[in-house]
């Protein structure tokens, strides 16, 4: 009697047990990693609210499966976006992990990717090597050396002979710094000095000034999004324009997020960079609209259309792999895919699992009443000049 109503419990128990398993097959998770508060907030804010809308826009149901979205504030630290990479796959068993504002954080996921065989989308962090941290990193951000070559290609053509240049010290930074002045002195240019600035909390007076005695033709910049603002007001306030030397950089610095708050000082600044929310296709305006829409009419940003895109990758890859196969199936799906994005056509290249995409050139302008990135030069399908190194 005993043993028959220890059985019955038993049963009942592993019926209850076995429910939320049945349930969790047929929910297909994305833990999405991001800076929700502290210095690179913006960059999560962006990529938050593109991947809702891009899910809003596209259903909850692929291939089956109900989508489900875990969003995780990191604070743009490494050490906490490692734990909570840790906690989504072992305990919420996510099929894939995204986001990562950061180089760092992005550093510290790859061997829980590797491990645990879960792909990871990389939709914001820029550093070249990241691609290599784990085999199952795919990336629908950029490269700093996609964008510095550009630039360093256009400067001297265009009287910016003598140029400085200030960079964030991290990975990032250093290979903006690297890939741009490499190629300022293959085009015959000049790079007389070349400064860092700390990535918390810096302070970009002393470098100014700096800059001010060397008096250059222009200061190259590269400072993570977010902090754009900061080094365009240090850099008005000190009148550096008014001494002659051009503000020029990837696009980070006139970030699409700030931009149009920067007054007019920023006007004909130069930049390149993969997207611009002023990019002038019919899929950007209908992008931007909507993204304006659903969030007070706040501007997507490059950090937004990478988590857009990142989510595109996603859905595509569960719908080809018809969500059988685990992480290695979606994975096998997410290389080489190609497609039409708001910033114009890009595609994943199976081999390095980095992004193939346009580099433009733009200057800011007023338009229609506000500032923004308007291209004027593209250069068409920019591998990572990083990987062949
Ligand atoms: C990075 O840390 O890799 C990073 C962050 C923000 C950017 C670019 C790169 O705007």
């Not at 706040?298 to 990758?313: C, E, K, L, S």
């Not at 200057?363 to 068409?380: A, C, I």
Request: avoid cysteine.
């Amino acid at each position: 009697m005993k043993r028959r109503h220890l059985t019955a419990l038993a049963l009942a128990t592993s019926v209850l047990l076995a429910q939320p398993a049945l349930a969790q097959d047929n929910v297909f998770k994305i833990g999405l990693i991001l800076p929700m508060t502290g210095q690179q907030a913006t960059t999560g804010r962006q990529i938050e609210a593109a991947a809702k809308l891009w899910m809003a826009q596209n259903g909850d149901t692929v291939a089956g499966k109900k989508v489900q979205l875990i969003v995780k504030d990191d604070t743009s630290l490494p050490d906490v976006t490692r734990r909570l990479a840790q906690e989504l796959v072992v305990n919420d068993k996510v099929n894939v992990l995204a986001g990562f504002g950061i180089t760092p954080s992005a550093m510290a996921v790859g061997p829980i990717a590797t491990q645990s065989k879960t792909p990871m989308v990389v939709m914001a962090a820029a550093t070249s090597s990241i691609t290599e941290a784990s085999p199952y990193i795919v990336r629908t951000s950029f490269t700093l050396p996609q964008a510095s070559v550009a630039l360093a290609d256009w400067a001297p053509k265009n009287g910016i002979k003598r140029v400085v240049t200030l960079v964030s010290d991290y990975g990032p930074g250093i290979d903006a710094e690297r890939f741009f002045k490499d190629r300022m002195l293959f085009n015959g240019g000049q790079v007389p000095e070349s400064l860092r600035v700390p990535l918390r909390n810096p302070d970009f007076a002393p470098f100014l000034q700096k800059v001010r005695d060397l008096k250059p033709d222009a200061l190259f910049v590269f400072v993570p999004s977010g902090a754009g603002a900061a080094v365009m007001k240090q850099f008005l306030e000190r009148g550096m324009d008014k001494v002659g030397i051009k503000l020029i950089g990837t696009g980070d610095v006139t970030d699409d997020d700030q931009l149009n708050d920067m007054g007019d000082g920023a006007i004909g600044v130069v930049t390149s960079h993969h997207y611009s929310a002023y990019h002038p296709s019919a899929m950007n305006k209908k992008f931007v609209a909507e993204f304006g829409k659903a969030n007070k009419g706040m501007r997507p940003n490059f950090m937004a259309v990478g988590g857009y895109d990142g989510m595109r990758v996603i859905y595509e890859a569960l719908k080809v792999s018809k969500g059988q196969g685990g992480g290695d199936a979606l994975l096998a799906a997410m290389k080489g895919q190609i497609f039409e994005s708001p910033r114009g056509p890009m595609f994943i290249d199976a081999q390095t699992r980095d992004v193939v995409q346009n580099i433009y050139l733009r200057r800011v302008e007023r338009k229609e009443g506000q500032l923004h990135n308007v291209e004027f030069d593209v250069v068409k399908d920019v591998k990572d000049p990083g990987k062949a190194r």
